[in-house]
Structure formats: C-alpha cells, structure tokens
C-alpha cells in the first residue's frame, strides 16, 4: 500500500509513536499491547503571558547609536558586548498537555501479526493483533470537522475487550471523573519555562503559585462500549468483557488571544470541551466519515509518482534503514507525502502556526522552547503550503503575523525609532517581537531585526498562488506596507556612502575579525541585503497591483539605488559579509547568503547569471551535509540550481536513519523511525523543507515563469506529479519518461498570462484549439489563458 507507514513492533520512544492532529489536538500513539499510551498535545498550551509592556528598552537610542558607531569603527568586540543591551527576556515555551493511558488485561498468551500502521491516505492510524485466538484493533484519528480525537477499540469475538482508561499530565494537574461519567484531565501551564540551550539554569520551570495567570488546559473523554459493562473509579473508567468501544477526547484552553490575559478561574474550557463532546456524538462510523472527507479533500489535492511501490509492505525504519543501498524512489514520494499530512496535521484554519515541533512535545522544556524561531525554521515550515496546494494550512502563520506586528510596531519605536514593525530571531504564541537573550544572549542569533520583513513574503505569496486580491488589500498590504517602512527608517549610510543595516549578523554564523577573533554584529550583511531587495520587490509588485502608496514606492525606489550591491569574493563566492571576513566554520548549518537564491527570487540563471555562479560556489563550499533543516534547505537550493542530481545527493543525505536524540549540531541529521527529521533533535522543518524541495525540483515559478522539472534526477526517470500549483493561478499535472517531459496539462484558474520557460515549438492547446504562442525575453514562451481553461502544453524540451 502506498502512503503507509508501517511497523511490526510497538513504538519504544516517542520518535517512533505515530502522529496525528488536527491543528489543534495532536496525538503520539504508540501502539503497545498490554498498554496504550497516546501523548496529547493542544496548540494553544504556552508557558507565560502575554508580553509585558516594560520589557521593551524604551531608551535604546543611544545604545544602537553606540553599536553603529562601534561597528563602523570596526570595532566589533565593543559593538557584541553593546549589542547585548539592546536584548529583552526570552520568550516561552510549548506545554505537553496529557496523556491518554489505556491498560489492557495482562495475558501470557502470544503475540501474534502484530501490525501498527499510519494510512496517510486517511490520516488514520490503526494496532492490530491477534492473542489467545482473538483478533484486536484499534483505530484511531483526530477530526477536524467534530474537534475530537476517536479512538475505536474492537475484538472479532464478542466480549473480550477489557480495559482501564486514565488521564495523566507533566503539567501540574488533576483528573477527575465528572457527573457526566466522563474522565476529565485540568492542568496548568508554568509561568515560565526557559529554553533549553540556556542548560541547568536556576528555576528553568517556574508556576505562578497563586494560578493567578497563564494557561490551563483541559482534556475531556466520553467512553461508549459495546457490550460488556463500565465501572468507574474516582480517576479512571474500567471496560469490562465488551465487544467494541469508542473514545472521544475533546481538549481545549483558555488562550484568548496573544494580548489578553487568560482569564482566571475560567471554566470557559471545560465547558467547550463538555460541547464538544457533546455534538461529536458516539457514531464511529459518522464521526469517520467526516474525519476522511474533510481531510482526503485536502491530501487528494497532490499526487506524485515517482515509480511503483515495490516495496510498499515493507516496515517504514527497514525502509529507511535500506534508502541509501536500495532503490526506492516511491519512499522518496512517501516522504514527500508525509510533509504534506504533517501540514495538515499541525496547520488548520484558526489554529496557532505549527511550531519547531509542528504540533507535538513531550516535554516541559523542548528543544528551543519548541517555538517560532523565524531565522530559518518558521518560514521553512511553509514553504509547501502554497505550492502543494494547502494554501488554507498557510494561514496559521499568516494570522499569526498580524499579532507578530502588533507587538512589532512597538518594538521598531523602542529599539530603532522606526516606524512600521519589525520582529527578530524568534517568538511564540504571544507573537513577541524584542531580541530575547535577557542581556547576556549571543548577539549572533539575537539581534537580528529581520524576521518580519523575511515573513512578509509568504503574505505576498500566498497573494501570487491564489490571486486573492481581499486578502492581499485588508490584510496582506498592511503587513507587507508595515515591514517596508521599517526597513526604510533603519537603513543607515556605510561608510562608503551605501544605505545599509547597522546592526547587522548573518544569523547564528560568526566572523574572524581583524583582532583575529570571533564576533556578530557588523553591517550590511548579504542576508540583511538579500531580504531586503526581496521585500522592495514584493513591495512594488503589490503596490501596482493595488494601485496605492505610489509615494511608498517612490521611496523605495530612491533607496534601493543607494543600496549596498551584495559582493562576490576574491574566491568567487557569494560573499557572506560586508567585508570579506575569515568564515571559522565554513560548513556553517545556516547558509543565510543564497537567500537572494532560496527562498528569495532575486538569483537566477537569465537574470542574474554571475550572482547565480557565485551562490554554487558558495554552496559547493558548505558541503553537502548539515542538521536536518539544513539539508532541506540545501535541496532547494540546488533545485533552484538547476542541478537534480546535486539536489538528490542531498536528499539521500536526508534520507537515512537519526541515531540520536539529543541535541547536536554537527552530525546525527536525518530521520527517526516515525519518520520526523532530526536537527538532532525532532524539528519539524526538515520534513516540510523535504517536501519543498522534491516540488522545487519538479517545479519552479519564481522567477516570473513556470520552469517545468528544472532539476529532475537521473535516479526518477519516470513519474508524474499533478496538482501542483505555480504562481499566477496555475495548477500542473506533469508527466515525464526517460528523464523528459511526455505531457503537461494545466489549468489556469485566474486567466493569467502564461510564461514557460522551454524550448521552441511548444504547442499549447486549449481543449482542441491551438493557442497562439509569443516568444519573450530570453526565450520564454507567453500565452493569454482564460479563467478555468484546461490547457495541454506538448514539445517541451
Ligand atoms: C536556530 C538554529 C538551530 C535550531 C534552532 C531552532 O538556532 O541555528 O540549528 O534549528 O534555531
């Protein structure tokens, strides 16, 4: 069966527990025989509060006066050391909110044809197992239409199941039976948890004792069985000798909102939950039913084949294991697959934005606080959602940015007396926008005032794919306009008398200066630059679209012919900093440089054709390894290189197994056994970064045409990929043999113009009509499409 993950053994870790969710509720199960453990998540449980108004540094003034003058010294070390005063408290952290436990009558009998499997078609995830002659499965889901999870127990023979059910939490909390016989988990989020990486910090995990503020979150279960009878104690439900037995779960908080303060002693979640529960009902099969349309409407959008499924019944981790010795390119197409659930899973409609770890944690301190860290990882988690056509998943985070501006305006006032918004390297639900690092944070990471304007083109993308031009005028211009004004007012003369950025990091990447020692703040970095020149360009499109703020853009305008040109080096790199610093880790993770590349759009081969021979370079010289996001990147990358077998080598790279859990930097990427990549640890990003990267090798539209498989492998000679879609409104259906496009259909569903890039003679046809085509700049190929046309595109070369 295609689309499956499979397994023969229960999972042991919780890499290895099987992921379902609906935006809001996630669920880990693991799948044991004598106990189940199903590890619940709600998107909405953060540590803390909303951001308190006195963590903004209202007189920075003088300090980024002295960082700037610092800088243009060269006086580094003083400007790293200065810098630090610009920084505010870090930011929170995502809460595990329970655990599902369901404990099964101990037998000595045998195991046997135990199977444990994920349909990804179906987002379900199914245990079966036959003991002491009997047959046991168990289904279960996470709706998004009903808000529940589902757990469906059966046995072929009748009365047989038994079992105790109980709710247990990390968070400080309790579980009850409530008048209604249903089991009932309340627990309290910390007022604090530190990240991680700070280490064994005095109190990392501190709870308001007066509960007079944060979040709670509540976990509600109705129990039906069949057959058979159900006891209760005073925390937990015993199913006796029952035939079959549905469970709904229902959870929920009381997040009001990224500015509000949660209300206290509100039993708002407790009675929504009790709702909920209510209106699901406990008819597994229509409960079923709408989980599966509602999500296959979705997942059907995409399919790929990248050749048959040879090895289709195999165990996904013995798969794995075998990618790099054994063809199997349908594994490929699975974990392309697999981002896209994942997206679905973590991303829908009204929830918050999926987090480092999408939408699953187990732990009071995860890695990075499991937040937004809006340098790489946040945008990498989107990086899908437009192309492989769940542009309703991109709104979490689209939503969420209203908020990150919100708090932005204020930031971009204290720190940089900037008007518009700004945000830095990361944030959480509370949609913060200051440098954390609480003054002792590297500056490296921390004070890098980029992350907003670098957001905003996921609001002018999702303009390109769909053509909203609501969207685009209410909200996204807003957004984008906001940004824009930021960057204009922080832009400061160099000393050659360029406009540039001071502060300035290549994020998370240090320099050897001319003291011979490592700092991170200089000026005009070429990520700084790239962003930049992307958000003019975006700024400008969108402004002609609207047909407003001509004087914004005339602004705009005046500035970028002041801006700094980005530098290629002695070696014929791009140039990572201002000035040809020595790189001490040329293998750096971050390869923050090709931005103007990836995701940017300002370095390709027809246009930019010097920029594009330098950032290969640049990239030969990363190497081909790197944490699990940073191998994703490097597969677009090289997509966007035009080199498909550059892009696979990476992709195998990505593609074996993660022996460690821990946190490391420098080796140990890949995937664990549920197929989560590993940084190490589980981070999110490299699954959607995978599943950017294979579509930005079948497909491309960046650079103002549609670039038809511009960087197919020569290990997928044949496949097809359909329902892909390009910016402009264009849905794709490709096909290839032998490593050459046999059939393109597409179709145009906002009668834009079409621009493809391929060899003459192209016939487009529009039913059975031929198309008149034009020959433009460089060789592309223009035709005027009709709203809803089915066109067929034949001769591509
Ligand atoms: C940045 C990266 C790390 C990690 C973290 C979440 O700090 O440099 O590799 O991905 O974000």
């Given at each position: 069966m ?7 053994t ?5 890499v290895?527990?099987l992921?379902l ?5 996630g ?12 590890k619940?998540n709600?998107?909405?449980l953060?540590?803390g509060?909303?951001v308190?108004?006195?963590v ?20 580094y070390?003083e ?8 920084q ?13 436990l369901?404990?099964f009558s101990e ?11 994920l349909?990804i078609e ?20 996470v ?5 529940v ?7 072929d023979?009748?009365?047989r199941?038994?079992?105790?059910v109980?709710?247990?939490?990390l ?7 409530d ?8 627990g ?12 064994d ?15 709670h979150g509540v976990?509600?279960?109705?129990v ?8 209760s ?14 469970l ?8 009001a ?13 407790l ?6 529960v209510?209106?699901?009902g406990?008819s597994?099969?229509h409960?079923?039913e ?8 979705l ?12 090895n289709?019944d ?10 790099a010795?054994?063809p ?5 197409a ?13 991303s829908r409609?009204?929830?918050p ?8 944690s ?5 890695p ?12 990498m ?8 056509a769940?542009?309703e998943?991109?709104?979490p985070?689209?939503?969420w ?10 930031v971009a006032k ?14 959480d639900?509370w949609?913060?926008a200051?440098p954390?690092?609480?003054?002792t944070g590297w500056p490296?990471w ?6 907003g304007?670098?957001?905003c ?9 769909g ?8 909200y ?5 306009r906001?940004?824009?004004k ?10 050659d ?13 240090a320099?050897?200066g001319?003291d011979?020692?490592s700092?991170?703040?200089?000026y005009s ?6 962003i930049?020149?992307d ?10 679209v609207?047909q407003?703020?001509?004087d914004?853009?005339d ?26 610093f020595?790189d ?10 090709l931005?103007?590349?990836h995701?940017?759009?300002?370095i390709t081969?027809?246009k930019?054709?010097?920029y594009?021979a330098?950032?290969?370079?640049s990239?030969?010289h990363?190497?081909?390894w790197g ?10 990358f090289w ?8 892009a696979?080598?990476i992709?195998?790279?990505?593609l074996?197994?993660a ?7 420098s080796?140990?990427a890949?995937l664990y ?11 999110i990003?490299?699954?959607f970064?995978?599943?950017a990267?294979?579509?930005e090798m079948?497909l ?14 020569d ?6 990929i359909?329902?892909v879609?390009?910016r402009?409104g264009?849905?794709?259906d ?10 393109v259909?597409m ?5 834009s113009?079409?621009r493809?890039r391929?060899s ?7 039913g059975?009509?031929d198309?008149?085509v ?6 592309i ?6 709203v ?10």
């Amino acid at each position: 069966m295609t689309n499956v993950l499979r397994y023969r053994t229960p999972a042991k870790q919780w890499v290895e527990a099987l992921p379902l969710g609906n935006g809001s509720i996630g669920a880990m199960l693991y799948g044991g025989v004598n106990q189940e453990i199903i590890k619940l998540n709600e998107a909405s449980l953060w540590s803390g509060k909303p951001v308190a108004a006195d963590v903004l540094h209202e007189d920075s003034a003088e300090v980024l006066a002295a960082v700037r003058k610092a800088v243009f010294e060269g006086n580094y070390e003083e400007a790293d050391k200065l810098a630090a005063g610009l920084q505010g408290p870090y930011g929170e952290a995502y809460m595990p909110l329970g655990s599902l436990l369901l404990d099964f009558s101990e037998s000595d009998e045998p195991v046997e044809d135990y199977e444990r499997f994920l349909d990804i078609e179906n987002a379900t995830a199914t245990v079966s197992y036959r003991q002491d002659g009997a047959l046991f499965t168990r289904e279960v889901f996470v709706s998004a239409p009903d808000q529940v999870m589902v757990v469906r127990l059966t046995c072929d023979q009748p009365g047989r199941l038994s079992f105790d059910v109980r709710l247990d939490s990390l968070l400080r909390s309790r579980s009850f039976l409530d008048d209604n016989r249903q089991l009932v988990l309340t627990g309290s989020a910390p007022a604090v948890s530190l990240p991680n990486y700070l280490g064994d910090v005095k109190d990392p995990i501190v709870y308001d004792e007066e509960e007079e503020s944060g979040l709670h979150g509540v976990v509600r279960l109705s129990v039906h069985a069949e057959g058979g009878e159900i006891s209760s104690g005073t925390a937990s439900l015993h199913i006796r000798n029952a035939s079959s037995a549905t469970l709904v779960l229902a959870a929920s908080t009381n997040y009001a909102g990224f500015d509000q303060t949660p209300p206290i002693g509100n039993n708002q979640p407790l009675t929504e939950t009790l709702e909920t529960v209510r209106a699901a009902g406990s008819s597994y099969e229509h409960l079923r039913e709408r989980h599966i349309s509602d999500y296959a409407e979705l997942f059907d959008r995409v399919r790929l084949d990248l050749g048959p499924d040879s090895n289709g019944d195999r165990a996904t981790d013995e798969r794995l294991a075998d990618f790099a010795t054994t063809p199997d390119p349908a594994f490929a197409a699975l974990l392309f697959q697999y981002g896209r659930y994942l997206l679905i899973a973590s991303s829908r409609v009204g929830s918050p934005p999926a987090n480092l770890q999408g939408l699953w944690s187990d732990s009071l301190r995860p890695p990075w606080s499991s937040n937004y860290t809006i340098n790489i990882n946040t945008q990498m988690n989107y990086w899908l959602a437009e192309s492989c056509a769940l542009p309703e998943c991109h709104t979490p985070l689209l939503d969420w940015l209203g908020d990150v501006a919100e708090n932005g305006k204020k930031v971009a006032k204290a720190y940089y007396n900037a008007e518009g918004w700004c945000a830095h390297h990361n944030s959480d639900l509370w949609a913060f926008a200051h440098p954390v690092g609480g003054g002792t944070g590297w500056p490296g990471w921390a004070n890098w005032p980029m992350g907003g304007a670098w957001l905003c083109r996921h609001l002018w993308e999702h303009y390109e794919y769909g053509g909203d031009i609501e969207f685009l005028r209410d909200y996204g211009w807003p957004l984008i306009r906001g940004a824009a004004k930021f960057i204009l007012d922080f832009l400061v003369r160099d000393p050659d008398g360029y406009l540039g950025t001071n502060p300035s990091t290549s994020p998370e990447h240090a320099f050897i200066g001319p003291d011979g020692k490592s700092h991170a703040i200089s000026y005009s970095t070429t990520m700084d630059l790239s962003i930049i020149r992307d958000l003019f360009d975006s700024c400008k499109k969108a402004s002609s679209v609207l047909q407003i703020d001509g004087d914004l853009v005339d602004r705009i305008e005046a500035a970028e012919a002041e801006l700094r040109p980005i530098a290629i080096n002695k070696d014929g790199l791009l140039q990572e900093w201002v000035i040809d610093f020595v790189d001490p880790e040329p293998e750096h993770r971050h390869t923050s440089h090709l931005y103007g590349l990836h995701p940017g759009k300002i370095i390709t081969d027809l246009k930019a054709p010097e920029y594009f021979a330098a950032a290969r370079k640049s990239l030969e010289h990363r190497g081909d390894w790197g944490t699990g996001w940073a191998l994703a990147w490097k597969i677009n990358f090289w997509a966007r290189l035009r080199d498909g077998n550059h892009a696979y080598r990476i992709a195998s790279n990505l593609l074996r197994p993660a022996l460690r859990t821990g946190v490391e930097y420098s080796e140990g990427a890949g995937l664990y056994p549920n197929l989560f990549d590993a940084h190490p640890p589980f981070q999110i990003d490299g699954n959607f970064g995978f599943t950017a990267g294979v579509t930005e090798m079948l497909l491309q539209s960046h650079a103002g045409y549609i670039d038809l498989l511009p960087a197919l492998p020569d290990n997928w000679p044949e496949g097809s990929i359909s329902g892909v879609r390009a910016r402009g409104g264009f849905t794709l259906d490709i096909f290839w043999k032998a490593g050459k496009i046999e059939r393109v259909e597409m179709e145009s569903l906002l009668g834009s113009r079409c621009r493809v890039r391929c060899s003459e003679g192209v016939l487009v046809r529009l039913g059975d009509k031929d198309v008149a085509v034009e020959v433009g700049e460089f060789g592309i190929l223009e035709f005027g499409t009709v709203v809803g046309g089915r066109y067929s595109i034949g001769g591509v070369g």
